[in-house]
T-cell receptor, first 115, second 109 residues
């Protein structure tokens, strides 16, 4: 099993450009998440999904959109990139809470630089 | 005040020593508690969950103190491979995970 994979691993954007980050998991997890990690701060939740076709806002959703058209994929879109979106983006997945295993499994991250 | 606070460190510790660090949380209604480990430029990985009765996994011991609203992580007989950033995570009453910024640990030979 590959676990959680993310593409791309690294990207440089100019202000105003758009892009999509792809997350895929092969563990049949119901829940998926997008976080950003900045120096000196904890992981902050951008958006999450509790199942195929559902999405919800996290702590810092502005400037991002997401889609969960297939259970195994969770896409994060940047509509018009800004330098403040320079960060490391992590995707994670987990079982539904009823299963009792709350572990979040993370992808390797995408490093994004917005100039 | 941050919801989950950790001493950023770094903690510089000689190999074989015991090291402990705490994490404080502000929401007394928090539900669950975890320690994750993150190696440099890598993704976080679950180290252990923290139960009310405390729990131990080999050289690692986690404790929860609800009265004082903190959790602790103790590492005994530290190894060079323990060098990492340790992230404290708290699930709040809305079932959202709140992440601390992490404590950096450096084990020196």
């Amino acid at each position: 099993n590959a676990g959680v994979t993310q593409t791309p691993k690294f990207r440089v954007l100019k202000t105003g450009q758009s892009m999509t980050l792809l997350c895929a998991q092969d563990m049949n997890h119901e829940y998926m998440y997008w976080y950003r990690q900045d120096p000196g701060m904890g992981l902050r939740l951008i958006h999450y999904s509790v199942g195929e076709g559902t999405t919800a806002k996290g702590e810092v959703p502005d400037g991002y959109n997401v889609s969960r058209l297939k259970k195994q994929n969770f896409l994060l879109g940047l509509e018009s990139a800004a330098p403040s979106q320079t960060s490391v983006y992590f995707c994670a997945s987990s079982y539904a809470e009823a299963v009792g295993d709350e572990t979040q499994y993370f992808g390797p991250g995408t490093r994004l630089l917005v100039l | 005040r941050k919801e989950v606070e950790q001493d950023p460190g770094p903690f510089n510790v000689p190999e074989g020593a015991t090291v402990a660090f705490n994490c404080t949380y502000s929401n007394s209604a928090s539900q669950s508690f975890f320690w994750y480990r993150q190696d440099c430029r890598k993704e976080p990985k679950l180290l252990m969950s923290v139960y009310s009765s405390g729990n131990e996994d080999g050289r690692f011991t986690a404790q929860l103190n609800r009265a004082s609203q903190y959790i602790s992580l103790l590492i005994r007989d530290s190894k060079l491979s323990d060098s990492a950033t340790y992230l404290c995570v708290v699930k709040d009453s809305n079932y959202q995970l709140i992440w601390g910024a992490g404590t950096k640990l450096i084990i020196k030979p």
